[in-house]
């Protein structure tokens, strides 16, 4: 407490502080509220940790990746912000803040200096949902317009057939006003804000654009309205009709790519069967709570996670994990919130609620994944934030270039519109989010949760791919396949070893505890009750069994410890190289004893199954040129069986967990990119440590938060289907920038040349930003291996 008391004095700016340890809290009284930051900083100096706090906030009126870039800048100058970043094609920003220092009115408020609305997001949208929808934003603004244009454009069209013909100027005009100021004032009202708020954007391009046109039209129509000259209004209205046009096929086309949380959050049912007071009754879903006895219908939908008490049969969990065939049902088995109950009438008791259901955690996973920043984006927000002065420097010198040396000012200015109209940047700040949103759906979709846009960029670069053995290529639950004595222990030696072992193992969540217990309870054995049972980290454990100290554990353990195998040793060796994983049950010598006290009371072995499609994924792996490692802390014998079974290429055995991590950094070493895939708590480090974790949601949900990509089915072959949606999402980024550079390199020198018209300008424009999300969506129709035709 003092030491962090001191560091917090030190900071310029802070003149008194008070730490709380019963409430870890620190008081500050301060010269205002810039000084949390330092103060942040202070503390982790000290060696502590500032909680912080997420926050969403839903963003209107952004449409360019210029936007995106002033409102990241607007909340970040918010003193407790740590970190905020604006997704174009979700419309949210994603806030951290040091918890308690800054509420969502605050950052709100600094949005809306900005130029922007926004509002917190507190709960989630109805399944189907679409933000922003209504008559402004719908299709009938964009065919009122077109409308209204295409006479303007008819006597264009006449033109290129040999007829001439001119509408009056009056009635040009009285076409165009309604365009230009009733459906192009969004772009007025946008650009507006962004001068206020001392920046530019897309709007103020196409305001100034089109405005040019207009008044230049008006001019002429005032100077020579009686020898009908060429007006530009329907440069100015059209432009106007296909930015909108392109704004909604934009707008429709991002709905798509959120298609994936919104099935997702279709298949939260809105009520629940409940068993209450001896009857059943149907209740809001809200209204359901952790150990209430929910009732689940043939053919209905599961309300919640919950445990199966009575009946069975099939459910459906397709969309929540990607596999096909319905998963069988009995008593003991969990049931998925969204999953469907197929024949039989299921009673089951609730075990998960609201946001802690597996259906929850999985969008807001995906939310996540979807709302975050890929590294290749910020590039994108850095090259945007200077676009738009430059494209305003460059239409500048168009005209006054055409003015000054050309001598035909109506020229220069058109040239100008032009340069304002092609020079679009919603195409870069679409080109990323878009691709990653559809990649994360796909994968969603597949059974493949994606947690963050860098896993998702990373993982296409991946060469080598570390698996942990037990529960990712095996099965995960071994059996008890030998149990051994030494020769001559005498009838009941065997039955007594199983009754030890089942003691020690009593509390044990670890899987070869689990088939030790079952072991004793197939053969009817009661295992007496054990005493100060303690962990030996890396070795096994150790207890008080009938009086007598026992150890249990590997070969390094009883080796450690001296314990001579005696002629269990033969049999041992046999089974080890056999595949078999292989423990000591060991009887400790009295007090200080020597090794030669510790004795052998028998040992156990264990098998464990490999996984039907390990073999598959291995080969795909090596197929696509990623080398493929084992860790295990099994015994050699074992792991080099699995090792050769399934064709990897490197095995390191006897690993403890603490030494994975280790072992991990020493394979990036070079600087190839490693994927560590693991399902178990001692997993977790390497998960962290590799550049992209992936954890099967069948193991614990600590190795889940370490990783950076979900398998939401324990199969192999899903590994190699997460690093092929990372390649076919990157490959679309890259065609997205591609394509969105490529339209401004190239249009906005052919504007200042003088070779676009604005109406073109305006079409290629418009056409730009929906071919990338349109490009995106593509990935929708990507599949898993084992799924593809």
């Known amino acids: 407490m003092r030491r962090v008391e001191t560091a917090l004095g030190k900071v310029p700016g802070v003149r008194q502080v008070a730490v709380n340890l019963a409430t870890e809290e620190a008081t500050l009284q301060a010269d205002g509220a810039a000084v949390l930051p330092a103060a942040a900083e202070a503390v982790r100096a000290a060696g502590y940790e500032v909680p912080h706090q997420a926050m969403t906030l839903s963003i209107s009126d952004m449409t360019c990746a210029s936007c995106v870039a002033r409102v990241e800048r607007a909340l970040k100058a918010v003193p407790g912000v740590v970190e905020a970043q604006v997704n174009l094609a979700t419309e949210q920003a994603e806030v951290t803040v040091l918890r308690g220092a800054v509420d969502a009115e605050a950052l709100a408020a600094a949005v809306a200096r900005a130029g922007y609305g926004a509002v917190p997001v507190t709960g989630e949208l109805p399944a189907g949902a679409v933000p922003g929808e209504g008559f402004w934003s719908g299709p009938w603004p964009v065919a009122i317009s077109a409308v209204l244009s295409l006479p303007l454009v008819a006597p264009m069209v006449a033109e290129w057939f040999g007829v001439h013909w001119m509408l009056p100027a009056w ?3 009285l076409l165009a006003t309604p365009v230009q100021f009733v459906f192009g004032w969004r772009f007025y009202k946008a650009g507006f804000k962004a001068v206020r708020a001392g920046a530019g954007n897309m709007d103020l391009l196409v305001a100034l654009g089109t405005s040019a046109a207009y008044g230049l039209s008006l001019w002429l129509m005032w100077r020579g309205a009686h020898d009908m000259p060429h007006l530009y209004f329907e440069s100015a209205a059209v432009v106007i009709t296909l930015v909108r046009l392109g704004k909604w096929l934009e707008t429709r086309a991002k709905r798509q790519t959120a298609d994936a ?13 409940v068993r209450r007071d001896g009857a059943e009754v149907s209740v809001a879903l809200g209204s359901v709570r952790v150990g209430d006895e929910i009732v689940v219908l043939p053919g209905a939908r599961v309300p919640v996670d919950a445990k199966v008490i009575e009946g069975s049969s099939h459910a459906d969990e397709s969309m929540l994990t990607g596999e096909s065939l319905p998963v069988p049902k009995a008593p003991g088995a969990l049931l998925t919130g969204g999953a469907i109950n197929y024949e039989g009438r299921l009673v089951a008791r609730t075990v998960a609620v609201g946001a802690e259901t597996v259906l929850a955690r999985i969008i807001r996973m995906v939310e996540h994944a979807q709302a975050a920043k890929a590294p290749i984006q910020r590039m994108v927000d850095r090259v945007s934030s200077v676009f738009v002065p430059v494209v305003l420097g460059i239409a500048l010198v168009t005209l006054l ?4 040396f050309g001598g035909n000012w109506e020229a220069a200015l058109l040239n100008a519109v032009a340069v304002l109209v092609i020079a679009c940047p919603c195409a870069l700040g679409l080109a990323t989010p878009t691709a990653i949103m559809a990649g994360t759906g796909a994968g969603a979709r597949a059974g493949i949760l994606i947690k963050d846009a860098e896993a998702l960029e990373v993982a296409h670069r991946v060469k080598v791919v570390v698996f942990d053995k037990t529960g990712t290529l095996t099965v995960g639950k071994p059996e008890v396949v030998a149990l051994a004595v030494p020769a001559g222990a005498g009838d009941d030696a065997q039955p007594r070893l199983l009754a030890h072992l089942a003691a020690l193992q009593a509390g044990s969540e670890h899987p070869l505890a689990h088939a030790v217990l079952a072991a004793a309870r197939a053969r009817g054995i009661h295992a007496p009750t054990a005493t100060d049972v303690r962990a030996l980290p890396g070795m096994g454990l150790s207890g008080m069994v009938d009086g007598v100290a026992l150890q249990l554990g590997s070969e390094r353990l009883r080796a450690s410890l001296g314990a001579a195998a005696g002629t269990l040793e033969a049999q041992a060796q046999a089974l080890q190289q056999a595949g078999r994983t292989v423990s000591w049950l060991i009887e400790m010598g009295a007090g200080d004893a020597s090794p030669a006290q510790h004795r052998v009371v028998g040992l156990v072995a264990f098998g464990d199954a490999i996984k039907p499609g390990a073999r598959r994924a291995i080969e795909r792996l090596r197929a696509a040129g990623v080398r493929t490692v084992m860790l295990s802390g099994d015994n050699q014998g074992a792991a080099a069986r699995v090792a050769k079974t399934l064709g990897l290429d490197e095995v390191q055995a006897e690993v403890l967990p603490a030494d ?12 190839t990119a490693v994927a560590m895939v693991g399902d178990g708590i001692n997993d977790a480090p390497a998960l ?21 990509i979900t398998l939401m089915r324990g199969d192999p072959a899903l590994v190699a289907d997460a690093l092929a949606i990372s390649h076919r999402t990157v490959r679309k980024i890259r065609e997205n920038l591609f394509w969105a550079f490529f339209y401004n390199v190239i249009g906005i020198p052919l504007a200042a040349a003088g070779l676009l018209n604005p109406v073109v300008a305006g079409a290629a424009m418009a056409f730009s930003s929906v071919s990338v999300v349109g490009n995106a969506l593509l990935l929708r129709r990507w599949k898993p291996a084992g799924e593809q035709a």
């Not at 959050?265 to 629940?272: E, F, G, I, N, Q």
């Not at 962290?688 to 370490?706: F, K, Q, Y």
């Open 401 to 404: 270039g055409w003015g000054l």
């Open 261 to 273: 949380i919104r099935a997702l959050a279709a298949l939260r049912p809105d009520s629940a069967i």
């Open 688 to 708: 962290a440590a590799a550049d992209v974790g992936i954890a099967m949601s069948t193991g614990t949900d600590v190795a889940m938060h370490a990783a950076g």
């Open 660 to 671: 994975k991590a280790e072992r991990v950094n020493g394979l990036k070493a070079d600087g």
């Open 171 to 173: 009635v040009q005009w």
